[in-house]
Structure formats: C-alpha cells, structure tokens
C-alpha cells in the first residue's frame, strides 16, 4: 500500500524509511544500480569467484537468492536472468510496478523485514541487500536475523552509501560549501530524529565482523565523483570510467535531492527552505559545481558453517525448507 506525502508516493507501512516509492524515484534507482554495477566492473555483486560458488547448481535442491530491500526490482530482474536455475525472491514495503517483465524465476514480495525473516530462516545461498538503511531501526540485530536466512556456503552481500558528501582529500564536506549538502545534512539529521540506521553504512564492516555466525569478510569501499571533474590515473580509459560513473552519480543526486522533499517538508522544516535548497542544489548539479564524492561500501561474507558427525549444518536449528507462500 503507497500514501501521498508531500506530492510524492510513500510507503504506507512504516514512517522510518522516508524516500518516495514511485515511478520517478525508481527510474532513480535503475541508474543509481546502473552506477553502482559499473563500479562493480560490470557484475551484480563483488568477488565473482566467490558468488558464483556459491550460486552454483546443487544436485537434488534449488539455488535460492533473496533480495532485501528490493525497491524497483532492478538487481532482482537482472539476478534471475543470469542464474535462470535460482529462484529468487525480492522483498520490499511495497512491490515494483507491475509493468515491469518478470522471468519465471522470480518474484516479489511486500513486507517490512525489520519485523522479523524466521519464515525465511536456512533457506538462501545468496541475500543481497543494498541501501536499505534508512529503513532499519537496529541494524546489528537485523544482520543476525539476515545471518540466519543463509544455508550452508550462503553469502551475505550488502551494499550501502554514506549520505554525506566528501570533499577531494575525502574529508567530510561542510553544509556551507554546498546546498546539494546542505539537503543532505538536514535530511540526514531528520532521519536520525526518526530512529532510522541511516549512519550505519561506515560500521557495517564493523557489526559484521563482530558477529560469531559469520566469516571471510570482504570489503570494498567506492568514492564515486559527483559529475566529471575526477579524472582518476590521467590514463584516457581511466578518465572514461570515472567520468562514466559521475555523470550516473549525477543524474542520481538530481532525482534523490528531489526524493528528499517529502521528507524535509514531514520533519516540519519551511517549505520555501527547503524548495530554496534543492531549487540551488539542481544549479549545483547542473552546473557540474559539486566537486565532491559520495561514498558507498560494499561488505559480504559468509555464514559459519559447524561441521557436526552427521554432516554440514548452519546457525539455525530448524530444518532447511523450501519458500513456498508469502510472508503476508
Ligand atoms: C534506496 S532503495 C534501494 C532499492 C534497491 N535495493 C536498489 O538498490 O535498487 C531502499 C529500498 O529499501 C526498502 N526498505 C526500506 N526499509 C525496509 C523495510 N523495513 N522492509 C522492507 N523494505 C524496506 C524501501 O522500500 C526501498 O525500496
């Protein structure tokens, strides 16, 4: 269910995830995994030789991959394609639009994951989760709930961003040097107010690591330029990537400062400051005046597989089990 907040479609479930659940902002989400895939080298999730393993056919069972936090569906979509063995479920507060073709393998659910994925326990070989924050409350106990929906030899993947900008050196932007900032730093502090995990993309490294189900931590960290005034090594095909994914990044921001809206105006701040700020943050951004980065972390890991005499067995102790009906 969607209700209007501001002019933009929300979720109608919970008040802590903010941003719109539109046709306009999931068209944002297609580029913004567009960016993010370029920044992968091209694939749909970091170390290849790792996920493949572990996506791999089993005699006798079904590879299954769920998406947390699926928005527009577009990793979904894309994941099932390319592993047309798996069945793949992707979860949301609210489903994609129903004109978006579907494979076979593949379908979506509506649901608030923060509620608890028991139903899910044991039964995935890949969950993959990304920018998915805002919308968790308690994100340590939230990636123990994600631990124990892998089987044995499943991989975690989540993918966050900071919602902040940096300046060249990587220190953190001030909101006087910038509005597209400045709307960043408000919508952050109003989201912080709401009790949303929106400052948890830095510690994600940390929770995971601290956490006894899991293992192998792997961990990337991608500054992306905002526009094209990054040139990497020098070296034309550096320059050629970078300026590639600054221009998505770019496109992105316009549409996300947008998304911010409703979320400034429900947190009781003037609207003619707010519409000021983004009306300036757009110049900025159309002007190529941002001369920053945002900063996005992609953790993964595996669950802790117990060798016991009978066999191999995860963290849970129910018994493996096939998804079948909808947690609704
Ligand atoms: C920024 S979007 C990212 C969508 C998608 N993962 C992607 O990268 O394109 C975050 C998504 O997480 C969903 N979300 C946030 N909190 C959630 C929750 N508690 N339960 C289920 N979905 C949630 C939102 O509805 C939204 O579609």
Redesign the pocket.
């Known amino acids: 269910m969607k209700v209007e907040a501001h002019g933009r479609m929300v ?1 109608g479930q ?1 008040d ?2 903010a ?1 719109p ?1 539109d046709e306009e902002e999931h068209a944002r ?1 297609d580029t ?2 567009v960016m ?1 895939q370029t920044a992968l080298g091209g694939y749909l999730y970091p170390d290849p030789k790792r996920i493949e393993a572990a996506l791999a056919p089993t005699p006798g069972r079904t590879t299954q991959i769920l ?6 569906g ?2 979904t979509i894309q994941i099932a394609y390319q592993y047309p063995h798996a069945e793949v479920i992707g ?4 489903l994609p639009a129903s004109d978006r073709p579907v494979p076979e393998n593949c379908r979506f659910e509506a ?4 509620l608890g994925m028991s139903h899910y326990h044991s039964a995935f070989d890949l969950v993959h ?4 924050s ?3 409350p308690d994100m340590e106990a939230f990636l123990d709930d994600i631990a124990d929906t892998l089987r044995p030899g499943g991989v975690i993947v989540l ?1 966050d961003g900071v919602m902040q900008l940096f300046r060249e050196d990587k220190s953190l932007m001030d909101a006087s040097e910038s509005s597209f900032q400045k709307v960043l730093f408000h919508s952050y502090n109003a989201l912080k107010s709401r009790g949303s995990g929106v400052d948890t993309c830095l510690l994600l490294q940390r929770m995971m690591e601290k956490n006894s189900k899991l293992k192998n931590l792997g961990y990337k960290e991608f500054f992306i330029p905002i526009g094209t005034w990054y040139d990497g090594d020098g070296t034309l095909e550096d320059r050629r990537r970078w300026h590639e994914m600054g221009e998505l990044l770019r496109h992105d921001c316009h549409g996300f400062a947008d998304a911010l809206r409703p979320l400034l105006l429900g947190e009781g701040y003037k609207q003619e400051w707010v519409d000021e700020w983004i009306k300036e943050a757009h110049s900025e951004l159309s002007e190529n005046r941002v001369s920053g980065f945002m900063a996005n972390t992609v953790v993964f890991i595996d669950l802790v597989v117990h060798r016991s005499v009978d066999g191999l067995y995860g963290c849970t102790s129910g018994p493996i089990e096939r998804i079948t009906k909808s947690p609704l």
């Not at 998406?67 to 527009?72: E, F, L, P, Q, R």
């Not at 979860?91 to 609210?94: G, R, Y």
């Not at 649901?111 to 923060?114: E, G, I, R, Y």
Request: net charge negative; with cysteine.
């Open positions: 979720n919970t802590l995830y941003l659940a989400l913004q995994h993010l998406d947390v936090g699926s928005g527009a577009v990793w979860v949301d507060l609210v649901d608030d994951v923060t989760c990304r920018a998915i805002h919308g968790v993918v």
